[in-house]
């Protein structure tokens, strides 16, 4: 079976490395040792969460966009069909 390059980007686990300060990595020890899970899911599930957080939907590009100009809606509309 071939893969694609975006099926090895996006779709394979990823190992990596990452500089993390003492003072969290102890914090996420103990959340690991509270919570009974290993530290690799704990950090999954926080990087899970943070881009649930961050995740912009088609709405939020959308909607609110007149809201930014200064300019009346009809007044665009009617200018831009005076053009016709």
Same mark, same amino acid.
């Given at each position: ?28 020890? $103990?959340?690991?040792?509270? !919570?009974?899970?290993?530290? @690799?899911?704990?950090?999954? =599930?926080?990087?899970? #969460?943070?881009? +649930? ?6 709405? $939020?590009?959308?909607?609110? !966009?007149?809201?930014?100009? @200064?300019?009346?809606?009809? =007044?665009?509309?009617? #200018?831009?069909? +005076?053009?016709?």
């Amino acid at each position: 079976m071939l893969i694609s390059n975006a099926d090895i980007i996006y779709k394979l686990p990823m190992r990596t490395l990452i500089d993390i300060p003492d003072a969290q990595i102890a914090e996420l020890g $103990a959340v690991c040792e509270r !919570l009974k899970r290993p530290r @690799a899911a704990v950090v999954r =599930a926080a990087i899970s #969460e943070y881009l +649930a957080r961050h995740r912009r939907s088609a709405d $939020a590009d959308a909607f609110g !966009l007149w809201g930014l100009t @200064a300019q009346d809606g009809l =007044a665009y509309q009617r #200018e831009r069909r +005076a053009e016709w």
